[in-house]
T-cell receptor, first 115, second 112 residues
Framework: DGGITQSPKYLFRKEGQNVTLSCEQN?????MYWYRQDPGQGLRLIYY???????QKGDIAEGYSVSREKKESFPLTVTSAQKNPTAFYLC??????????????FGPGTRLTVL | GEDVEQSLFLSVREGDSSVINCTYT??????LYWYKQEPGAGLQLLTY???NMDMKQDQRLTVLLNKKDKHLSLRIADTQTGDSAIYFC????????????WGLGTSLAVNP
C-alpha cells in the first residue's frame, strides 16, 4: 500500500531542544516538501527537495534543517533557533517538481508542541 | 508576487449546496487544485482543473474556472456533515520548480 508516513503523530519537547520529524514515502516520488500549518495561516513551505542530495529553502526556512540522503526519506529538524516551533507539520511528495501537473500527496502530519 | 485568496469560513445546512470561492493572481497557472483537510489530518486532493477548461464535474463536485477574472469555485451539491473540513485552493506557480501556491483555506461547517 503506497503512501507517505510521518512519525510520530504527536511530539512534545522542551524549549531549547532540537527535534527531528520523520517523513517516509514509498511512492517512488522524486520531489518532497515540508510545510508548517498554523491556525488561520494556511500552509507555509519550509523546505523542498527535487532530487536526492539536493534541497532548497522555502518561504520560512529559518530555524529548520533537512537532509535528503535517500529518495524515500526527507527528515526535518526543528532547531532551538526556531523562535515559535509549536505547529502542525505536514510532509508531502510529488512525482517530480517542474511538471505542469504537480499533484502533491500528503502525510498525516505531526503536531509538535514545545513546552 | 503570486497570491491565492479565499474566504475563511462558510456555513451551510445539510442538503444544501456549498460554493467555495478562490481568486488567484498568476495568469501563467496551468493547473488549479482543490484539496480537503479533515480535522487533525493531512490534505487530500479532491479535484483539479486544467487552465484551458471552464468547468469540470466529478460526482457531487463542480469546479468552475473564469480565467478572465482569475476566479475559481468549488460547488459541493447535497452537502453532508462529512463534508465539514477545510478546503484549500492551490495553483501551480511559475518557474522551474512549479511550487504550489496555496490559499489560506476555507473552513466549511455543515449544520444538521
Amino acid at each position: 500500500d503506497g503512501g507517505i508516513t510521518q512519525s510520530p503523530k504527536y511530539l512534545f519537547r522542551k524549549e531549547g531542544q532540537n527535534v527531528t520529524l520523520s517523513c517516509e514515502q514509498n511512492l517512488n516520488h522524486d520531489a518532497m516538501y515540508w510545510y508548517r500549518q498554523d491556525p488561520g495561516q494556511g500552509l507555509r513551505l519550509i523546505y523542498y527537495s527535487q532530487i536526492v542530495n539536493d534541497f532548497q529553502k522555502g518561504d520560512i526556512a529559518e530555524g529548520y534543517s533537512v537532509s535528503r540522503e535517500k529518495k524515500e526519506s526527507f527528515p526535518l529538524t526543528v532547531t532551538s533557533a526556531q523562535k515559535n516551533p509549536t505547529a502542525f507539520y505536514l510532509c508531502a511528495s510529488s512525482i517530480q517538481a517542474g511538471r505542469s501537473y504537480n499533484e502533491q500527496f500528503f502525510g498525516p502530519g505531526t503536531r509538535l508542541t514545545v513546552l | 508576487g503570486e497570491d491565492v485568496e479565499q474566504s475563511l469560513f462558510l456555513s451551510v445546512r445539510e442538503g444544501d449546496s456549498s460554493v467555495i470561492n478562490c481568486t488567484y493572481t498568476d495568469s501563467s497557472s496551468t493547473y488549479l487544485y482543490w484539496y480537503k483537510q479533515e480535522p487533525g489530518a493531512g490534505l487530500q486532493l479532491l479535484t483539479y482543473i486544467f487552465s484551458n477548461m471552464d468547468m469540470k464535474q466529478d460526482q457531487r463536485l463542480t469546479v468552475l474556472l473564469n480565467k478572465k477574472d482569475k476566479h475559481l469555485s468549488l460547488r459541493i451539491a447535497d452537502t453532508q456533515t462529512g463534508d465539514s473540513a477545510i478546503y484549500f485552493c492551490a495553483e501551480s506557480g511559475a518557474g522551474n520548480n512549479r511550487k504550489l501556491i496555496w490559499g489560506l483555506g476555507t473552513s466549511l461547517a455543515v449544520n444538521p
